[in-house]
């Protein structure tokens, strides 16, 4: 149990090292290129640590994706964590992909490892959330105009 913890908190402290070169030490979110990186970083230290487990790795799904940015913006624009209109999303994943599973989580403020980071170490049920049986993913980075980061994460299985 110790070493896949180890492993994901090497891989953690290596992309912290990485990516800790600008003269600000922050996360630009703004630009398409930069949301992407962001994206991309969360889904791999996520999948880093399901790989650690012998979990299957999710995959992006584009249906997921649109719902994670739309709730993002809309969580942007309010400049508070919400679920408004959690029951829809779930609904339009259960009727576009035949989802059978669907949870998602939300958070702000932190960097893309803070963030996975925080989630496996925040408490068992958001950890056992990010290692339970989904296969699919869509995820959204988005700033606020105050430039706080604002995140979703929605996960699901398919039939």
């Known amino acids: 149990m110790k070493k896949p913890l180890l492993f994901f908190l090497q891989i953690a402290l290596l992309l912290t090292v990485l990516t800790s070169c600008s003269s600000d030490n922050d996360v630009d979110i703004p630009s398409e290129n930069s949301e992407s990186s962001v994206e991309e970083t969360i889904l791999s230290l996520v999948n880093e640590h399901r790989r650690s487990l012998s979990l299957e790795i999710l995959k992006e799904n584009a249906t997921a994706k649109q719902l994670a940015v739309n709730h993002a913006q809309f969580m942007a624009n309010q400049e508070e964590l919400s679920i408004d209109g959690n029951a829809e999303r779930k609904a339009q994943l259960q009727n576009t992909e035949s989802a059978t599973a669907v949870i998602e989580l939300n958070s702000r403020f932190y960097s ?46 398919a039939r």
């Open 112 to 157: 893309p490892e803070e963030l996975v980071q925080n989630w496996l170490t925040q408490g068992s049920q958001t950890k056992n959330t990010l290692e339970s049986n989904y296969s699919d993913v869509g995820i959204a980075a988005v700033k606020d105009k105050n430039g706080n980061n604002y995140y979703t994460l929605i996960m699901f299985r």
